[in-house]
């Protein structure tokens, strides 16, 4: 009985110690407690009216495509963005072996500005493995790197205003959204291999 009470006391010591590390790392809060809390359960509305962010949907379908098939693929060329191309503009003058992905990627973003507050709809990006999640990323960076998945840097995101759901993330689940407004302003949109056993794309959307 004692050493299991032992074993109990020392359990407790160790997760304790854990929570105190994982959440005093910088910019990890809001990762650590989405990672050990799941959803957040925090409710959101959408102001009717919202327009849509459908130069920020091109921009994330065309930096995907751009690195998943390559330069001169249909997915590609058939990706307006505003007066530029997707092929013409943010591929062919960019790409090593046919593609722009990873750092090369990173150092030639595809850009946008939006003038106003805009939503970002899941179902509007979901074209193969991409769109699988759109979550929130404490940073300019591929926190969650998962297949298809979209990242978005969370200083664009406009506080209360989404529609949540949960995405699964190896054996737990993360909060994601199916829709989220997104603040006026400019956009880089990259992406890159998923590191780890899962692989696949995964695209940051960074808020400048």
């Not at 943010?90 to 973003?109: E, H, I, L, R, T």
């Not at 979209?150 to 959204?177: F, H, L, M, S």
């Not at 400019?186 to 696949?200: F, N």
Request: hydrophobic share 40%.
């Amino acid at each position: 009985m004692d050493k299991w009470l032992v074993g109990i006391a020392v359990a407790i010591v160790a997760i304790v110690i854990f929570s105190v590390m994982l959440f005093s790392i910088p910019g990890m809060t809001d990762w650590a407690k989405n990672i050990i809390f799941g959803l957040s359960g925090e409710g959101g509305v959408i102001q009717a009216g919202t327009e849509e962010a459908s130069a920020l949907h091109a921009a994330i379908k065309c930096s995907y495509f751009r690195c998943m098939d390559g330069c001169g693929k249909e997915s590609v060329k058939n990706i307006p963005i505003g007066s530029k191309n997707c092929d013409t503009n943010y591929c062919v003058p960019y790409q090593k072996d046919g593609k722009v992905c990873g750092d090369d990627a990173k150092a030639n973003p595809v850009k946008v500005t939006i003038p106003n507050n805009q939503v970002i709809i899941k179902e509007k990006l979901k074209v193969g493995d991409l769109g699988g999640c759109v979550i929130k990323s404490d940073s300019c960076n591929t926190q969650f790197a998962m297949k298809g998945w979209v990242n978005i840097q969370k200083d664009a995101i406009v506080e209360k205003q989404w529609e949540v759901t949960t995405c699964p993330y190896i054996r737990t689940q993360v909060q994601g959204y199916n829709k989220v407004v997104v603040n006026a302003g400019r956009y880089e949109v990259w992406t890159t291999q998923a590191a780890g056993l899962l692989g696949g794309l995964t695209t940051v959307v960074c808020f400048k």
